[in-house]
């Protein structure tokens, strides 16, 4: 009998807490989206990279919907007068991969990708990196891009970067983000055409360039400031104080989009005048948040 009033005695406060305790309600509540907003806010969106699918329009499309690799758009080069958006741009495509630009280091979460059909090194030249004394792709080596391609990529990339305020240094080639994984869009995409004719991307100012075209002022660089100046128009570079094959792979990633006519790897007085030109224009315009 004891126990038993014990173990009364021990579950009666328990009820009482149940029984006194306030119980949730069922009812709707309305999600108010107007009445507060919020001002410190921008868009998901970021950064525009654009890719060559080193394939044709059908193995383009097996690849891209069949495969654990995707994109938002394809650009194919027949003319159907079709873009096609393989993801939605409000979910996450798998295209970038490792590698970074302007502070960020994982792109899939915060870009739009676009691969356009394209073989990117031409088939006779494929194997020259290995059979040649050469560490790098020339111009010449690269597959040009159809007419109707860079019309179909101008309309597209200007809808998207006007609609996500998209920063111009943020249009970028896969080689911008990833420089030594990879070398599309190639030497032979036009972007110094996309930015004259289009208004898409960033370019340099002729005039500022000639203006930096000074021996005494790259002879006197060190290494280290020639990378921090990458590193503040956009690149990851490593902290050396020497030109090692991946400071040469960032180097040649640059000079295929502002010097595609004579990409070398090697940093020299012209990529330095275009890089100080770059900056001179687009400083402060990273576009972060």
Request: net charge negative; aromatic share 12%; hydrophobic share 35%.
């Amino acid at each position: 009998m004891k126990n038993i009033l014990l173990a009364l005695g021990l579950i009666l406060p328990l009820v009482g807490c149940v029984t006194t305790s306030q119980i949730a309600s069922t009812d709707s509540y309305l999600v108010d989206s107007h009445t507060y907003r919020s001002t410190g806010k921008s868009e998901r969106i970021k950064t525009i990279v654009l890719h060559y699918t080193v394939s044709d329009n059908d193995r383009s499309i097996e690849l891209l919907t069949e495969g654990k690799v995707s994109a938002h758009y394809l650009i194919m080069d027949t003319d159907d007068h079709k873009i096609y958006n393989l993801v939605p741009e409000n979910e996450r495509a798998w295209h970038a991969g490792d590698g970074g630009f302007a502070g960020r280091t994982i792109l899939n979460d915060t870009s739009i990708g676009i691969e356009i059909v394209n073989a990117g090194i031409q088939p006779q030249y494929r194997d020259t990196l290995k059979n040649d004394d050469i560490d790098y792709h020339p111009y010449e080596h690269y597959v040009a891009f159809d007419e109707l391609q860079i019309k179909k990529v101008a309309e597209l990339v200007q809808d998207i970067a006007a609609r996500y305020d998209i920063s111009p240094k943020d249009i970028i080639g896969h080689s911008d983000m990833a420089p030594s994984r990879k070398i599309d869009p190639g030497a032979k995409f036009p972007w110094e055409r996309l930015y004259k004719q289009y208004g898409i991307g960033a370019w340099y100012d002729d005039a500022d360039k000639f203006a930096f075209m000074d021996i005494e002022a790259f002879a006197t660089a060190t290494i280290p400031e020639i990378k921090q100046q990458l590193r503040d128009y956009g690149y990851q570079i490593n902290d050396s104080d020497e030109w090692d094959k991946a400071s040469r792979d960032v180097i040649y990633a640059f000079q295929l989009h502002f010097r595609p006519h004579n990409p070398t790897g090697e940093m020299d007085i012209e990529t330095y005048a275009i890089l100080k030109a770059l900056n001179k224009k687009y400083a402060g315009r990273d576009n972060f948040y």
